[in-house]
């Protein structure tokens, strides 16, 4: 999700300012897992998974990172 102040503003009407620590908690909210957003360290690290060996068995499947926002939503 591109954060920036219309969506920040989303998650935090109240404020006329938001700031990514304003809606930090209403993100949160969002997720099964108590992380309010993922880094790109997190989609980077799912990468070098796919690319090593240990995913070598892997076809036709989708990855979805996204700390259980689908399965919640």
Do not use: C
Not at 20 to 29: L, V
Not at 42 to 68: F, H, K
């Amino acid at each position: 999700m591109i954060q920036n102040p219309y969506v920040l503003g989303l998650f935090h009407p109240e404020n006329p300012t938001p700031t990514r620590e304003s809606a930090q908690d209403a993100f949160t909210r969002t997720h099964i897992l108590p992380v309010p957003w993922m880094e790109p360290i997190d989609v980077s690290r799912s990468i070098l998974y796919l690319v090593g060996e240990s995913d070598r068995y892997i076809t036709a499947s989708t990855l979805t990172i996204d700390a259980g926002f689908i399965v919640k939503s």
